[in-house]
């Protein structure tokens, strides 16, 4: 009898919950509170959809979309790790070096001194995970700021880069080689592209009702039924409708699937992880981390080795998409965009708070603005000029919504 009336009140919450009006004003309570997600960077995206596509129709033809995926796994890839080290308010400006070391070390141990590929992969990304460690230790022990550490990184970096490729400063890989073929042709089969739509859907559907069991048993409220099977149901459709799209022309690239694979992996440790919930803990507040029994020198460690891991990996995809590993590898815009797609995706420059998905969402966002102005034969400097002011507006939203959060937090 005494249970009855607290399961009665959680059946009442999750009813009042259930209505369209109450999931409109719970989320405007959200953005009130300064929760936005990712909702400013899905707008706009959605906005550069519409003026690149009125512009030119070209745009959103499938084969363009699809190259447009290719273009953006290799610099996503190494956004996943800028994502690591911006959740502990630190950065790392070396990965783009670090992306073109690991291409030069592809062509000279695999092309010119006859490694085989795998071990030249391998060293590649034990390279990357050494250097991390370098930026950690010096963090650490000596206490060097991260941003001056990575510069010196930068620039020692590069000048290996450039020693290791020697006078001829470029080395062609061979077309037909299956590192190629992953870079530039490689499609999955529609089959698997659309079962591996339905995944998100089924996913957010099992931990979802896991959650809202746990809940209603504890007397908790709890996200209403319907409200679940409907997102999941929209995700799926939109996931689903964008697969067909793709293959409408060549398909979906195996390249960017593995960049969404390494977002889902990253996402699950940092969400559903004890060393996810360190990093945002160590992010929020490194004393009272320490003071709670976490290991802040080796979240430290773990960030700024797999940040560099990844741009090691970024820097392998750009030799498979090029065909070539050059001087001018990981060198350009490629380090800035790296950062900025972290942070337009709503990673926090603050520390303590960031998502696996804001990368993603960050560099589609960059290679459509790219793309777009390419397809209206505009000049580079509109890119960097636009793209410039997309990150100084994620920036300042990101800022608004942390003063919200602090104000809300107060009344």
């Known amino acids: ?17 259930d209505s369209l009006k109450g999931a409109l004003k719970e989320f405007a309570d959200r953005l009130r509170s300064g929760d936005l997600g990712m909702l400013p960077v899905i707008v706009g995206l959605v906005l550069i959809s519409v003026v690149f596509s009125a512009l030119n129709p070209v745009f959103l033809a499938p084969n363009n979309l699809v190259n447009l995926l290719f ?19 630190e950065i790392d400006l070396s990965v783009g070096s ?9 062509g000279v141990l695999w092309v010119n001194a006859g490694v085989s590929l795998p071990l030249a992969i391998l060293a590649a990304l034990a390279t990357g995970a050494v250097i991390g460690a370098i930026y950690a230790v010096l963090y650490n022990r000596l206490g060097m700021p991260s941003f001056v550490s990575t510069l010196s990184g930068l620039l020692a970096i590069l000048g290996l880069q450039l020693y290791i490729l020697g006078p001829t400063g470029s080395i062609n890989l061979p077309f037909a080689s299956p590192l190629v073929g992953f870079g530039q042709l490689w499609i999955l089969p529609a089959w698997l592209s659309y079962l591996l739509g339905l995944l998100p859907g089924a996913v957010m559907v099992w931990v979802g009702l896991s959650v809202r069991r746990q809940r209603l048993a504890a ?10 099977m409907m997102k999941a149901a929209l995700l799926t459709l939109a996931l689903e409708g964008a697969v067909y799209f793709l293959h409408l022309g060549r398909g979906v690239p195996v390249m960017f699937g593995l ?22 803990a160590v992010g929020g507040n490194r004393e009272a981390a320490r003071r709670s029994g976490i290991n802040v020198r080796r979240i430290y460690l773990s960030a700024f080795m797999l940040c560099s891991t990844l741009a090691a990996l970024g820097g392998i995809l750009s030799a498979s998409r090029l065909a070539s590993a050059s001087q001018q590898a990981g060198t350009g815009d490629v380090n800035l965009n790296a950062i900025a797609a972290a942070v337009i995706g709503g990673t926090s420059l603050f520390g303590g708070r960031g998502s ?14 790219s793309n777009g102005l390419t397809l209206l034969n505009l000049s580079s400097s509109l890119r960097y000029m636009i793209t410039g002011g997309v990150l100084a507006i994620a920036v300042i939203v990101d800022s608004l919504a942390r003063q919200s959060r602090v104000s809300h937090g107060r009344g």
Do not use: E
């Open 219 to 228: 007397g908790l409220s709890a996200q209403p039924l319907t409200r679940l």
């Open 98 to 106: 670090m992306s073109g070391l690991a291409s030069a070390m592809i």
């Open 259 to 280: 960049f969404v694979l390494l977002a889902v992996i990253l996402n699950y440790a940092l969400t559903r992880t004890k060393w996810g919930r360190s990093m945002f």
């Open 356 to 369: 696996a998905w804001s990368a993603v969402l960050g560099i589609i966002v960059i290679q459509a603005i």
């Open 1 to 17: 009898m005494s249970d009855k009336p607290t399961l009665d009140r959680a059946d009442a919450r999750v009813r009042h919950d």
């Open 71 to 89: 273009d953006c796994a290799t610099v996503g890839v190494i956004s996943l790790g800028i994502v690591c080290v911006l959740m502990l308010g």
